[in-house]
């Protein structure tokens, strides 16, 4: 009888406990607030980040921590521990063109998923769940 109940106990506190570990070390969710990634990037936009993968590739979308504040842009170059990164819409993008170089300790991770997207109207837009980000050169 006890055996019965401490098992589904025992089950449920691992899930929950394997759920917090992947949520805060390694798996982070973001919102798209603005439209500086365009086209890669949607305003509303839900994305995933890789919290483990903190090794910046020319191309790469990073979220990086700026004075508090989270960005995500793309990696333009990675010099020493500095890393460059540009907005792909260039003419709406605070970028390290305002803020220069950021330090690899700065890095949040790498932005690999995209995993709600919803239009101004909170419409979903189907075509863009669950779709993969792939590093990339600007067109």
């Known amino acids: 009888m006890v055996s019965s109940v ?3 106990l025992f089950t449920i506190g691992v899930v929950i406990l394997v759920g917090i570990l992947v949520r805060y ?3 982070g969710v973001g919102f798209v607030v603005s439209e500086s990634m365009f086209p890669a990037l949607l305003v509303n936009d839900i994305i995933l980040i890789n919290k483990l993968n903190k090794t910046p590739i020319v191309g790469d979308i990073f979220a990086f921590k700026y004075h508090n504040k989270t960005y995500i842009k793309r990696v ?5 521990n500095g890393v ?9 993008s605070k970028d390290s063109r305002f803020f220069g170089y950021i330090s690899r300790d700065q890095l949040v991770g790498r932005v690999f998923k995209i ?5 101004e109207k909170c419409n979903i837009r189907w075509n863009r769940i ?6 990339g050169v600007w067109s």
């Open 76 to 80: 333009a170059i990675v010099n020493g």
């Open 6 to 8: 401490l098992i589904p």
């Open 115 to 119: 995993l709600l997207s919803f239009d």
């Open 25 to 27: 070390i390694w798996i």
């Open 130 to 135: 669950w779709s993969q980000i792939n590093g």
């Open 84 to 92: 460059y990164f540009l907005g792909d819409n260039k003419k709406n």
